[in-house]
């Protein structure tokens, strides 16, 4: 994640300039903070997990929202209860407001569904950490050509 996001850092800025530079960094560096933050409390890290959120929660697109998303929906996943479901909903409306509408909410459906439903998807390992930086280049070269 840490790699990966970093490789889209340079695209990722150039397309979001004018809306915010740099900051916050992309979605891989998000999903990165929650993974460290979700590591470090399963190693009785509380503390240090919960530094972790509010720094690097601070740092990432989608700020603590996404991270909390992220955390709650591993969470529900993992041993699905009502209260993790709960946990998920509270994250959405967190990253709707974030993105000033909705649409996010209609991910709980989905959520609740997924842990009585789950079919077997094909799974190609590169084929994401590939294609978040290199479909940000493509999108970045392609702005910078139109102009």
């Known amino acids: 994640l840490l790699v990966f996001g970093a490789l889209a850092l340079p695209a990722h800025a150039y397309l979001f300039a004018d809306l915010y530079g740099w900051w916050p960094l992309n979605i891989l560096l998000t999903f990165a903070v929650a993974v460290g933050v979700l590591d470090l409390s399963t190693r009785g890290r509380d503390e240090l997990a919960a530094a972790v959120f509010v ?3 601070a740092l ?3 700020w603590w929202p ?3 998303l992220v955390i709650a929906a591993t969470w529900h996943f993992q041993r699905p209860t009502g209260r993790t ?3 998920v909903a509270v994250a959405l409306v967190g990253l709707c407001a974030v993105n000033l509408n909705g649409w996010a909410l209609l991910a709980l459906p989905v959520a609740a569904a997924a842990v009585v439903w789950s079919p077997t998807l094909l ?3 590169w084929a994401f950490w590939l294609a978040y930086p290199l479909h940000l280049l493509a999108i970045a070269i392609l702005s910078a050509l139109m102009g």
């Open 55 to 57: 720094i690097g929660g």
């Open 60 to 62: 990432v697109e989608y």
């Open 66 to 68: 996404g991270v909390a």
């Open 85 to 87: 479901l709960v946990l």
């Open 123 to 125: 799974r190609l390992r």
